[in-house]
């Protein structure tokens, strides 16, 4: 086969990649990804050390594990697909390549189990409506899977007959819950209803039992996260006598796995749903030796400095939109011997890394790492050391 025919099989594989724009790489085949995104990082960081080789996802379809299906009212038709926020609208679809099955197949059958019963969906035309969207999460190894139905108002009408209606169609969802959200954004209201199940997932990451609550991050590809934390942690070259921060730890993977061979860690992370579950992960696993701090990271390392503790090793693995100067300022005061820098965004990480480096730190190692096949981002990892 032609490389032609190869990015047209690609295109094909969804029809409507060009109007949703979710999946930018679409018409490249993998291995044109891969390079791409390798050039990315060398570009953006090559002068200061060479990127190893980008680490490929050994299946690049169907990964994504926690997917979001808007719910539209136009044209006389209820549609179910991709929310765009630079149109305001929802782009009908009903199987996406990236995303796990199971998570469309729900999807489909919230819509479907809503006009049975006569529920009201969003118009985005005149701001009617009940159903807004539903978010579903699939634990990677152990299956369980949750769905978060979102209404526009506490009222759920026939809200007993959709839940047995829906576990019906859909007996593999294990908890399924409830929230309001009022305003445009794709997000969760403050409050969650569990309308079936424990109102959490669990799943096994790097050997870590690990609790997953509805406000709580996780990684959307389950597969190349073990091995970006498996990464990460090894880089922090860690002995048994290090004390470790996990800046920005979430629900407290790579800090459960850093306590492992480390003598104490402090994980950090402002969510306090993702703080609550660290802190039952850490019971769940028996580990005794790591604390998670409710906190602004930068915040958490001002207050640590001034009480005169002091860390071996920073990890860090902050939003797309990289760290602070604040964040960047305490850090440097914090003078760790090694940070082990995980970014989404590459651009925002070679702007605090070459921060670093005008501070008087060295960038000894690049990883980029493909969590997102098909899109245009990439993961990175960059291991700094402290110039002596």
């Known amino acids: 086969m032609n490389e032609q025919a190869k990015k047209d099989g690609q295109e094909n594989s969804c029809p409507v990649y060009k109007k949703c724009s979710g999946c930018q790489l679409r ?49 006389g038709k209820t549609v179910s697909g991709v929310y765009q926020s630079s149109t305001g609208g929802v782009i009908a679809v009903s199987r996406c390549p990236i995303n796990d099955e ?55 009408p026939s809200k007993t007959a959709f839940v047995n209606s829906l576990l019906e169609k859909c007996p593999e969802i294990t908890t399924l819950i409830f929230s309001v959200n009022r305003s445009d954004k794709m997000t969760l209201g403050d409050r969650c209803e569990v309308l079936y199940g424990n109102g959490y997932i669990e799943d096994i990451i790097c050997n870590k039992r690990i609790r997953i609550s509805p406000k709580s991050f996780a990684q959307v590809n389950p597969a190349q996260a073990e091995k970006l934390y498996e990464l990460a942690v090894k880089s922090a070259r860690l002995t048994g006598k290090e004390t470790v921060i996990d800046a920005y730890c979430g629900i407290g993977a790579m800090s459960l796995m850093a306590a492992e061979k480390a003598k104490k860690v402090y994980g950090c992370e402002i969510n306090r749903s993702a703080v609550n579950d660290a802190v039952i992960n ?10 998670f701090i409710c906190s602004d990271s930068g915040k958490f390392l001002a207050e640590f400095n001034e009480a005169g503790l002091k860390a071996d090793v920073v990890i860090l693995d902050p939003a797309r939109a990289g760290c602070d100067r604040k964040f960047l300022s305490e850090l440097l005061k914090a003078a ?53």
């Open 27 to 75: 018409n490249m085949t993998y291995e044109e990804q891969l390079r791409f995104k390798q050039i990315k990082v060398d570009r953006l960081m090559g002068k200061l050390c060479r990127p190893e080789k980008i680490l490929a996802a050994e299946n690049p379809e169907g990964y994504r594990c926690k997917v979001q299906g808007a719910f539209d009212f136009k044209n």
């Open 102 to 156: 199971r998570a469309d197949r729900i999807i489909t059958a919230v819509k479907k189990t809503a006009l049975s019963l006569k529920i009201p969906v969003w118009c985005s035309y005149n701001g009617r409506g009940f159903l807004r969207h539903v978010l579903v999460r699939i634990a990677g190894n152990t299956g369980e899977i949750m769905a978060i139905i979102v209404g526009a108002a506490e009222n759920f």
């Open 282 to 291: 850490a019971k769940l696993n028996n580990t005794e030796n790591a604390e």
């Open 336 to 388: 760790p011997e090694r940070i082990v820098y995980v970014s989404c965004d590459p651009e925002t990480q070679a702007r605090d890394v070459f921060f670093l480096i005008k501070n008087g730190y060295k960038l000894k190692k690049l990883m980029p790492v493909d969590m997102f096949p098909f899109t245009n981002h990439v993961e990175c990892i960059a291991v700094l050391a402290k110039v002596k």
